[in-house]
């Protein structure tokens, strides 16, 4: 789509070059920024001439620029003992997208439209991601991505705020996996996507529930729960009203299919 109300696009090759005011968007991967008017907008700040390395891999785990491509990511292939990294690829597989958006969409974009059914932050908060956010002024501030959304398109960024990058520590990396996705329709948009990690000695089991609910939900247990122990904790965590209830399912339904998914991947990891 044609912006029409755009004036200028920025395109600043340093940080010092950033700045900001009202009628301003920053432009990473523009696959939701084109796809509809925006009439507030006149100016687009390009961050690709940043050029912020998409992945870097070290010991402390692995740190994923904003601006990364959703293909890249798909791309990467980590160390022998990061048995996680093939969730990239399944939550990668859940999204809702043409070969165009595959290749252009950003994974922080993905985290900034902050819906339900966002796979990158399915993926970064179930593998206990921690955000880089630029204010406009100040210090760089860090949050985890399991608090960075806070309701269906709504986190915790400033006016101006910036997101750098998201790092997925190696010790979450480290760990097996399960997952498991369901949608109303045949490649439709996630109503429960469901994920688990689990040390290899069955300690440290944590449970991420995402698009059945607004925001993201962790749930950690000491060791793998039992059946039951599951069971509850997700209706204590949950109650009746914390589903998220739109066209791709109800508030029951995506109760009933979270437990289902669940204690399937409880089963799978024990």
């Known amino acids: 789509m044609n912006l029409n109300t755009i004036v200028e696009v920025k395109r600043p090759h340093s940080v010092e070059q950033l700045d900001w005011r009202e009628g301003h968007a920053w432009l990473a991967g523009g696959t939701w920024l084109f796809s509809e008017p925006q009439v507030a907008v006149d100016t687009l700040v390009d961050l690709e001439a940043l050029g912020w390395p998409a992945l870097v891999a070290s010991p402390a785990g692995l740190e ?33 997208m043409s070969f165009k958006i595959w290749n252009a969409a ?21 593998l206990e991601g921690v955000c880089t956010l630029w204010p406009r002024s100040g210090q760089p501030r860090q949050m985890p991505v399991v608090d960075f959304v806070t309701g269906n398109h709504q986190n915790v960024l400033q006016p ?60 950690r ?16 965590h949950l109650p ?30 024990s």
């Open 106 to 126: 950003t994974v922080g974009g993905n985290l900034c439209m902050s819906l339900p059914a966002g796979a990158m932050i399915s993926l970064t908060a179930a």
């Open 221 to 236: 247990f000491a060791r793998t729960p039992s059946a039951t122990e599951l069971q509850r904790t997700i209706d204590a």
């Open 64 to 96: 994923i620029a904003a601006t990364c491509k959703i293909a890249e990511l798909h791309a990467f292939r980590g160390p022998p003992d990061w048995q996680a990294v093939p969730l990239f690829g399944r939550c990668i597989d859940a999204f809702l």
């Open 240 to 269: 009746a009203d914390a589903w998220f209830q739109d066209v791709h399912g109800s508030g029951a339904y995506k109760r009933h299919v979270t437990h289902y998914l669940a204690d399937q991947i409880r089963a799978e990891l």
């Open 160 to 219: 101006g705020e910036l997101l750098r990058s998201i790092h997925l520590p190696a010790s979450a990396l480290r760990k097996r996996f399960a997952m498991r996705q369901v949608s109303l329709t045949h490649l439709g948009r996630s109503a429960a996507l469901i994920v688990a990690t689990v040390g290899d000695d069955g300690a440290d089991f944590l449970l991420t529930i995402s698009a059945a609910t607004p925001r993201p939900v962790h749930l």
